[in-house]
């Protein structure tokens, strides 16, 4: 199977000397279903933005991110032609990110416009096929009767829905999801992983959600990557994390991650992929 996403060297530190990403060396299988957990500030969103070319890493030497096996940046360098590759590439934003006074529809098939010419871009003109290709993944996401509304108008979830059904239009092969339930209720959180499930097996789209909730990562996720100060720490099976696990991973930070995530339970389990960490992670353990 091939790769959808490599990634080598990765190194990311910020003005004032903050290190966000520490070598991070990562390979995620075409039609995988990975989870990307971590307390707050452990990189994962600096992580999702890197892939979608977003933001450009430190120059280090052998630094590489390929999605899809096309160079999205390499040395700390976006490639010239990252906006072609960003089309294949869904990213589904904590806030939704819709233009709350255009109708829903509009904003799902903001999708297709990378596709189309400029003008049609501008004026906002779409042909009936592609109005029937958004009521389509409208329908999939199971708000299609919201076509019309105004994005303001929907509730949470429904946005987030909509900025799926986004992806869907779009035909992305790679979503990557940041900290996409993070401000839903447990019920809509829930819907919104489901869909994030189904594309996953319906399309064979490979996605990549970060999560703070634990047990949502083990009940969608068949693998898990856990970053702590902006290190893989962890890389493996969902089936093997435990409350033990995690907080030797993340110290005092364990409860942060494990709020909320009851459902976890000390089980016994092979030997986990647990990679090294910092000196001083381990010396606080």
């Not at 279903?33 to 990189?43: D, F, N, R, T």
């Not at 097996?201 to 959600?209: K, N, P, Q, Y």
């Not at 970060?210 to 702590?228: F, G, K, N």
């Not at 893989?232 to 993340?250: C, K």
Request: proline residues 5%; charged residues 20%; hydrophobic residues 40%.
């Amino acid at each position: 199977m091939s790769s959808a996403l490599r990634i080598q060297n990765l190194s990311k530190r910020f003005a004032g000397g903050k290190l966000a990403l520490d070598n991070v060396n990562l390979d995620i299988r075409t039609g995988e279903m990975v989870a990307l957990i971590g307390a707050s500030g452990s990189g994962k969103s600096t992580l999702l933005r890197h892939v979608a070319g977003l933001m450009a890493a430190d120059g280090t030497p052998g630094s590489v991110i390929e999605v899809s096996g096309q160079c999205v940046q390499r040395d700390g360098r976006i490639q010239s032609n990252v906006r072609q590759i960003r089309s294949q590439i869904g990213f589904v934003f904590q806030q939704f990110n819709l233009v709350d006074r255009l109708p829903v529809m509009v904003n799902v098939l903001v999708g297709r416009l990378h596709s189309m010419p400029r003008w049609r871009a501008w004026t906002r003109w779409f042909t009936a096929q592609e109005r029937a290709l958004a009521i389509q993944a409208l329908g999939r996401v199971g708000i299609a009767e919201c076509h019309a509304q105004r994005a303001s108008t929907l509730s949470g979830g429904q946005q987030q829905r909509a900025a799926i059904a986004r992806t869907l239009v779009q035909g992305a092969k790679v979503v990557l999801a940041d900290e996409p339930i993070a401000s839903l209720d447990p019920e809509a959180s829930r819907k919104v992983m489901e869909i994030l499930t189904r594309i996953n097996r319906e399309d064979g789209s490979t996605v990549v959600v970060s999560l703070h909730q634990v047990d949502m990562a083990m009940r969608y996720c068949p693998r898990v990557i856990a970053l702590h100060q902006g290190r893989v720490v962890y890389d493996g099976p969902s089936r093997e994390l435990t409350p033990t696990l995690l907080r030797g991973l993340y110290g005092m930070q364990a409860d942060e991650i494990l709020n909320g995530s009851s459902s976890l339970h000390e089980t016994p389990s092979a030997a986990p992929n647990v990679l090294p960490w910092p000196t001083p992670m381990a010396q606080a353990a």
